[in-house]
């Protein structure tokens, strides 16, 4: 059976509705998982605009469905395919980032007392320590997080690691090597600017 596009959208609201009642969340609280406005949201739910497969796909995370069920029609009776259990899974997220982050630290300290047990006071481990937990939330981030955020942990990077040099190299005074990340901070919030081009609807 062939569905028209404004019985699809028709499915899609309904289904986001459904989802996010279920998981107990605001248009408001929606729109900021997904780093969309709640106006954008109650677009979707009035059926005037379809999210895109990307935002599906993260409602479908948020919910523990699939896409295909958010896309697909369902009979009000019939039991749902799966139990959202978005909270356990994002304390488990979470629980794991902050695991890693205190693994990172532990070994920076670890580190620091061993080299001044030898008789080496090196702060600088710290500041190292900084570029290499963000490379390190970065990565986890790109697995389940949202595209905003990378922005602020690449720009956080790009500034952390000018830093960590120019401390590495203090006695230099090599301040000029700031005006790098000016440009490089550029690019970055261009790159991020670029949306993906919607598919026309008929």
């Known amino acids: 059976m062939v569905i028209n596009v404004d019985d699809f959208k028709k499915i899609v609201a309904e289904n986001i509705i459904n989802l996010r009642t279920s998981l107990g969340l605001t248009q408001a609280q929606l729109g900021d998982e ?16 379809i999210p895109d ?3 599906l796909k993260r409602i ?3 919910a523990g469905v699939t896409v295909d ?3 697909t029609k369902h009979d009000p009776n019939e039991a749902e395919i799966k139990k959202p259990v978005p909270k356990e899974r994002r304390y488990s997220r979470r629980f794991i980032s902050l695991t890693v982050l205190a693994g990172i630290w532990t070994l920076a300290v670890t580190v620091f007392v061993v080299l001044w047990i030898c008789g080496i006071v090196n702060w600088l481990v710290f500041v190292y320590a900084v570029p290499v937990s963000l490379v390190t ?5 790109s697995v389940w997080g949202t595209r905003i955020v990378n922005l602020y942990l690449i720009s956080g990077l790009v500034w952390g690691t000018i830093a960590s040099v120019y401390l590495t190299a203090l006695d230099y005074n090599w301040w000029q090597i700031f005006l790098l990340g000016v440009p490089a901070q550029i690019i970055i919030v261009l790159a991020f600017s670029i949306k993906r081009p919607k598919p026309a609807q008929e």
Request: aromatic share 14%; hydrophobic share 45%; net charge negative.
């Open 53 to 55: 497969v990307y935002v």
């Open 60 to 62: 479908a995370d948020l």
């Open 137 to 141: 939330m970065l990565v986890l981030n």
């Open 34 to 49: 997904l780093s969309y406005s709640d106006k954008s949201v109650s677009k979707w739910e009035r059926g005037e605009s």
């Open 69 to 71: 069920y958010i896309i």
